[in-house]
């Protein structure tokens, strides 16, 4: 096998404010594609529409991946997708878990979110990404979580009764990552598309959108958007972000 393009060099840190901040640090000195940060812990770990993202210091894989995709500004949501496919392989691979993916890229274990990724673009001003950086932060060893996310979260060792090394699940995400961002380099998206559907909690459940717009999610479509069939039977594309709070129906 040619040699890892994830993980061509790895950080790994104790405690950070962000594994984000630290690896746009290393990006903007020109740190290549590949380039990952890990933590232990994060004092000021983000999570996606500005939240924070908790973690008591050794329980959680946090890492950060720099990538250089050749894409349109407005494409960076599909590198999520890739990522969030290739994490729930990694969480069968070294914890036994059947994950499943909510659109976008929150990641299940029992409808309950045990993984998440936050993909954050930077544009170049002829339109095309610059660079993405890609967090991932997995619950891994966790018992309780705080009171605002207890009834959502969960980690590997609540969904498996029994405690995960951290260190083996870091080197199964990025070895999945790896094959498949390769083959999304070299293919497009249609292969993880396809694996996304399979893994996909969110086709067929009714969802909100952002806008109040109801439908029943059908189709993930060629560039990243999930496809809702309103109740008036016509199709709507929404794109990420456009999704309400707890936007699977069911879980209202
Ligand atoms: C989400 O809101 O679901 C995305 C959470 C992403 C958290 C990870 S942890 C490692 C990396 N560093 C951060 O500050 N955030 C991401």
Not at 116 to 136: F, K, M, N, P, Y
Not at 211 to 220: H, N, P
Request: include cysteine.
């Amino acid at each position: 096998m040619a040699a890892a393009l994830i993980g061509c060099a790895v950080h790994a840190l104790g405690e950070v404010d962000s594994t984000q901040s630290h690896l746009a640090a290393l990006a903007a000195q020109g740190a290549p594609e590949g380039t990952v940060v890990t933590a232990r812990h994060q004092t000021r770990g983000r999570g996606r529409r500005g939240r924070a993202w908790w973690d008591r210091s050794g329980e959680s894989v946090l890492l950060s991946v720099l990538l250089r995709p050749s894409l349109p500004a407005g494409r960076a949501v599909v590198i999520s997708l890739v990522a969030g496919v290739a994490v729930a392989e990694a969480l069968g691979v070294a914890a036994g878990v059947a994950a499943r993916l909510r659109w976008p890229n929150d990641v299940l274990v029992a409808d309950r979110k045990v993984a998440g990724i936050l993909a954050e673009a930077q544009s170049e001003t002829d339109g095309h990404l610059g660079h993405v950086l890609l967090g991932i932060g997995i619950n891994v060893n966790q018992e309780r979580f705080p009171d605002e996310v207890g009834d959502r979260a969960t980690s590997l060792r609540l969904a498996t009764g029994r405690a995960h090394d951290p260190g083996r699940l870091l080197d199964a995400v990025l070895d999945a990552l790896d094959r498949r961002y390769r083959e999304f380099l070299t293919h497009g998206f249609g292969p993880a598309r396809e694996a996304w559907r399979r893994l996909s909690a969110s086709l067929g459940q009714r969802v909100t959108a952002a806008d109040g717009r109801q439908g029943t999610a059908v189709e993930l479509d060629e560039d990243g958007a999930l496809v809702l069939r309103g109740d008036d039977g016509a199709l709507h594309r929404v794109l990420a972000g456009e999704l309400g709070e707890g936007h699977h129906a069911a879980r209202h």
